[in-house]
């Protein structure tokens, strides 16, 4: 199996759905293609953004049969599999590699708040299971667990872990993963640190805005990963409000409501997930026709 760069931007994305609530899969299609015409570096389906909690496992299995049909051979296609419960997210893991999967996502397990012990080994009986790279998700904000960088040197000697997506928010944290675990490709999960973790040695994005900004993103990882810094940094404060607005609320409402805007493919949200308050609507309106995005 060649081996998976995971560098650059990669979009975390949406789920749409349609009027009644069904997944609207031919809007998902049209999303990868999108997304494909702008040469993103990678497609990450059913993580945070793309409400992976409120869909069933019919559902799931088809979001992938549909991203392999699309995007398989022309870019990496990431599946989003983590669960707080260790069988099942192996379960679902096995089945994701037997559909087409070229690699995993996976959040640390959450509400149970495990040790680290059971951190480790919860990500050990995964990566004994599968044979593709797993990509490791720590956002401790959504899980209640932050993964600390001794736990990350222990998962870095398991064969199938390759990376980390980092959306802690804790430079701090990403500077320790950077300097003490070699070898670890580190991935932000924030859009607007980007530029700041790209600038410390990290590889690139799971990015939320690249669902309707993928050229621009891929344009600011390549202007990093090529030291042409200074030209990232002008389109990273260009970039900004919009990453600023997109988490004016919890993600993916924000973004959703920018892609319907633009007229992508998003449509509405299932429960919990609702629709914006008409105030932040009306702000994040406001900041996409400033950038004259629509």
């Known amino acids: 199996m060649p081996r998976i760069e995971?560098?650059?931007?990669?979009?975390?994305?949406v789920t749409p759905f349609t009027q009644d609530g069904e997944v609207d899969y031919e809007g998902f299609r049209k999303n990868i293609r999108f997304q494909l015409k702008n040469r993103i570096n990678g497609i990450v389906?059913?993580?945070t953004t793309?409400?992976?909690p409120t869909l069933n496992r019919e559902e799931k299995e088809k979001l992938i049969r549909v991203s392999v049909e699309e995007a398989k051979g022309k870019t990496p296609v990431i599946i989003g599999t983590g669960t707080n419960d260790t069988a099942k997210c192996v379960d679902e893991s096995r089945r994701a590699e037997e559909l087409g999967a070229d690699a995993l996502l996976?959040?640390?397990?959450?509400?149970?708040?495990?040790t680290d012990e059971g951190i480790y080994l919860h990500f050990k009986a995964i990566n004994d299971a599968v044979s593709i790279?797993?990509?490791v998700y720590n956002i401790a904000g959504r899980t209640g667990k932050n993964i600390e960088t001794s736990v990350m040197k222990r998962l870095a000697g398991l064969k199938n872990i390759a990376a980390v997506k980092e959306a802690s928010?804790?430079?701090s944290q990403m500077m320790d993963v950077l300097e003490q675990v070699p070898g670890m490709t580190v991935l932000c999960g924030d859009d607007a640190l980007t530029f700041p973790l790209m600038a410390l040695g990290g590889e690139g994005i799971i990015?939320?805005?690249?669902?309707?900004l993928p050229a621009e993103m891929v344009q600011l990882c390549g202007l990093m990963l090529r030291g042409k810094?200074?030209?990232a940094r002008k389109l990273h404060f260009r970039l900004l409000p919009f990453f600023k607005a997109e988490f004016i609320e919890t993600n993916p409402i924000p973004i959703k409501a920018a892609m319907n805007m633009k007229g992508l493919a998003a449509g509405g949200y299932r429960l919990p997930m609702c629709e914006m308050r008409p105030e932040n609507l009306q702000k994040l309106r406001k900041v996409m026709q400033d950038m004259k995005i629509i």
């Open 6 to 13: 995971f560098r650059g931007a990669m979009t975390a994305m």
């Open 45 to 47: 389906v059913m993580g």
């Open 50 to 52: 793309g409400e992976s």
């Open 106 to 114: 996976v959040v640390t397990p959450y509400y149970n708040k495990p």
């Open 133 to 135: 790279p797993i990509i």
């Open 169 to 171: 928010g804790n430079i």
């Open 207 to 212: 990015s939320v805005a690249s669902n309707l």
């Open 229 to 231: 810094t200074e030209e």
